[in-house]
């Protein structure tokens, strides 16, 4: 198992959730990472990405009460989730994408955790 993510649950609507994705293997720091979610019948949807030099990106559905960060030194990445709403509601995933060599030859690296569960309730 190369990402385990976990953290999710039952929260009411105002609350906040912390999510922590903890990385092993051949996931490196220098990977973008990644949080993505998922409701049933709809498209995977990018929440949140980080780069390896702490820039950040969110979905415009989530910017201002949602924060990504990571801790290279402990190979977690996190997803700090405020103000939690309804549709907050599916399953968290956490990625991690780079690149790797092989004999100089680069290839997309790409590695998902299982999910973890959210729900928000009214």
């Known amino acids: 198992v190369q990402l385990q993510a976990f953290g999710g649950g039952l929260v009411q609507a105002g609350g906040s959730l912390r999510l922590s994705c903890a990385a092993s293997g051949s996931i490196f720091s220098s990977d973008t990472m990644e949080w993505y979610r998922q409701v049933p019948g709809k498209q995977r949807e990018l929440v949140a990405d980080i780069i390896s030099g702490g820039g950040t990106k969110y979905a415009d559905s989530v910017k201002g009460r949602f924060t990504i960060s990571r801790d290279n030194a402990k190979n977690t990445v996190y997803l700090q989730m405020n103000s939690l709403k309804p549709e907050d509601t599916g399953v968290y995933y956490c990625?991690?994408?780079?690149?790797?060599?092989?004999?100089?030859?680069?290839?997309?690296?790409?590695?998902w955790g299982q999910g973890t569960e959210v729900t928000v309730s009214s």
């Open positions: 990625a991690a994408n780079g690149i790797r060599w092989n004999d100089g030859t680069p290839s997309v690296f790409r590695s």
